[in-house]
Structures are given as C-alpha cells and as structure tokens.
C-alpha cells in the first residue's frame, strides 16, 4: 500500500498558477501511476479526471480542459508527483486529490486504489 500526501492548493487570482504536490508517505511512489482528480461543491459524487502520468513518467495524459495550461510531472527519487496550474480560471475551483493505481492510468477515478485528502484550490478575485 501507499499513502499519499497532497498540498499545494490556496487562492489564487485569474491568470494565477498554483503547484500542487503529491507525497508518497511511508512508502514509495515506484510502480505506480499517479493521477490527479477534483472535486467542486454541488457534486460530491463526482471526482473529475484532471491528469496523470505513468511510471516512470514517460507519458502523461490529460483532461481537454487543462490540456495547455496544466504539466503534470513526477521526481521518482523523491517519490513526488506534481502538478504545475497556470492561467487558471474559476472554473478550476475544486478540491484537488492525487491518486494511485498498479495499473496503467485511466480517467475513472475508480480505477484508482489510493488517494491523497484533498487540497483546496480556489480561484476568485
């Protein structure tokens, strides 16, 4: 098993970029895919697919909505997977959760076995 540790969210104007952070704590990263997902108010059963990246990082794949504007990455000596937000919108308000799976990553947040608690990420005026 892994445990995962998120951070990095806060407020952030239009235009603003955020990095988010994923942490492998008491274990390690290696071997897993990692994706990120969010979760806005209103619609607490739905975890939208954001991003992810393989191991060992070769190939990344995202949402149409942030494809351009978002660059997910990860350090496997340090066993962190990143996700850099720029030109962010309101629209990427959410809570934000990074998650692991064994298996090659997909956009269904059921596929994957491990996840972080969220960081917050808000985006106003």
């Known amino acids: 098993q892994v445990q995962l540790v998120d951070s990095g969210g806060g407020l952030v104007q239009p235009g603003g970029s955020l990095r988010l952070s994923c942490v492998a704590s008491?274990?390690?990263?290696?071997?897993?895919?990692v994706g990120w997902f969010r979760q806005t108010p209103g619609k607490e059963r739905e975890r939208e697919f954001v991003?992810?990246?393989?191991?060992?990082?070769?190939?990344?794949y995202y949402a149409s909505s942030v494809r351009g504007r978002f660059v997910i990455s990860r350090d496997n000596i340090r066993h962190t997977v990143h996700l850099q937000m720029v030109s962010l919108k309101s629209e990427d308000t959410a809570v934000y959760y990074c998650?692991?799976?064994?298996?090659?990553?997909?956009?269904?947040?059921?596929?994957?076995?491990?996840w972080g608690q969220g960081t917050q990420v808000t985006v106003s005026s």
């Open positions: 991003a992810a990246i393989t191991w060992p990082g070769r190939n990344q």
């Open positions: 008491g274990g390690d990263l290696s071997y897993y895919a």
């Open positions: 998650a692991a799976t064994r298996s090659w990553p997909t956009d269904h947040h059921g596929d994957y076995a491990f």
